[in-house]
């Protein structure tokens, strides 16, 4: 049985005015300054088809949170990152661990902190139905080889040209630096999320997420430190809730839209199980609740104000896509000829799902930056439009729903496809898996991320 919450400690040390955790009843904060329109980002026409004509009140409210919730993080594991600093974050993390394999109950004194981060992981919020669940995940699984490929794509330019997050991954230094882990990373826990085992609350999947949750709290507590007020007057914090959940939303609705988009319709009880779907994983990761929605058409008013005022490219944008191309220029041989011949089709298909702009934004401090985008862009439409129009003939074949469930009985099996390909790069670069421990000493460094 998990022990009553309590309010969580605020970690923020009341250095700016706006360095505080929403409680009900204040005054909502105005928008950080950087959220500004920007044309290469607010002409995506992804989210057209479901979007709100015009917003209700309780509508009104939610992205009136969603900006306020720009300037802070996660409340319950920033508090547990604070807490291990103190107490040591070897210590720290095994107390997690032991609460994680066992339940909270299982340590003779846990630090408050653990206690209101575990009453919150063993009690799923009201609105999650285990069977809505798994009719998302199925749906998600179901979508197109081009719509998990656009989503892939327009998550990467939001990663390296969007201003919040190209500038929390370059400081950080690990794409440049260790790239590989971080690639096992994110892959793995992708593939982890489409599994059936992530409800488990004492499944793998499940656990690793809250893993991965605490690494991005330790990223933004060492990155609100090093930065300072400076950054954060005009920035808001570092991996913002909001950021987060605008992410889940593309990674909950890109891959259905584009299949809707291109002719295999989705209705919207399909685009609301698939909002459900991520909008629990957003929860076990961290997302305030007050700002998760419950329904497609609040998500997407949600993601498309997050994505129309990504900004960016940042000086991190030309760093890392500069790390990229050079380590291209290195390739030896034939290999190394086709890799950088490859290049410009990839750009095509960059330009195809997220725009020209954002494309050339991605390459511009590159010797890529004038690569043509045609045919390329033509030619990636056309793979779009036929993968998409071959799933609608299959899906008038007998027996889909036997397909859909068989297709996602172990999780999303390009995904999977995905993970042993990492797997095999990484192996051959001398990493074997990921232990989710690499930044817990970053809490605790004056500038930058040590990598451990």
Known sequence: MTKAATPATTVAPGRHRYD?????????????????????????PVFDAFKPTSLSERQSRLLALFIDHYWQGDRLMDAVAMKFREIGAKHGRRLLDQALEHGIDALDDPPQELVDLFAS??????????????????????????????????????????????????????????????????????????????????????KNTVRVRLMHSQVRIGLRSSWGDEHFDVHGNPISTSLTMGAAVTFALLPM??????????????????????????????????IIPTNAEDGIMLAQYATSTAGGPTDWTAQMAG?????????????????????????????????????????????????????????TGLAVHAAVKSRMVTDRIPGRRIRMATRSAFGDPWELAGVQLTKIVAKRAGVNGSPFKHHDQTPNTPAGCPIR
């Not at 904060?29 to 920007?38: E, K, S, T, V």
């Not at 919040?164 to 794409?175: P, Q």
């Not at 988009?261 to 609301?272: F, L, V």
């Open 257 to 290: 839209l584009t299949d809707h988009n291109h002719g295999r319709t989705k209705s919207r009880a399909d685009m609301d199980a698939a909002m459900l779907y991520w909008s629990y994983i957003a929860y076990v990761f961290g997302v305030a609740p007050e």
């Open 323 to 379: 790390a990229a191309s050079d380590n291209l220029a290195r390739v030896p041989g034939i290999a190394g000829m086709l890799a950088r011949s490859a290049v410009s089709p990839a750009i095509g298909a960059v330009a195809y799902y997220s725009g020209d702009a954002l494309a050339r934004a991605l390459v511009a401090a590159t010797p890529y930056r004038d690569v043509p985008l045609q045919p390329w862009k033509m030619l």
């Open 121 to 206: 992981l063993d009690n799923p919020p009201a609105w999650h139905d285990p069977r809505v669940w798994e009719r998302g995940r199925r749906l998600w699984i179901d979508c197109s080889l081009a719509g998990k490929v656009g989503m892939v794509i327009q998550d990467a330019i939001g990663t390296f040209v969007g201003a919040e997050v190209s500038s929390a991954v370059g400081a950080t230094g690990r794409f440049v630096n260790r790239f590989t882990v971080r690639n096992v990373e994110t892959v793995q826990w992708f593939f982890d999320a489409t599994k059936p085992g992530f409800l488990d609350r004492f499944g793998d999947e499940f």
């Open 20 to 44: 505080y955790y929403y409680q009900p009843g204040i005054p909502l904060r105005p928008a950080p300054p950087r959220l500004q329109p920007d044309p290469a980002w607010s002409a995506l």
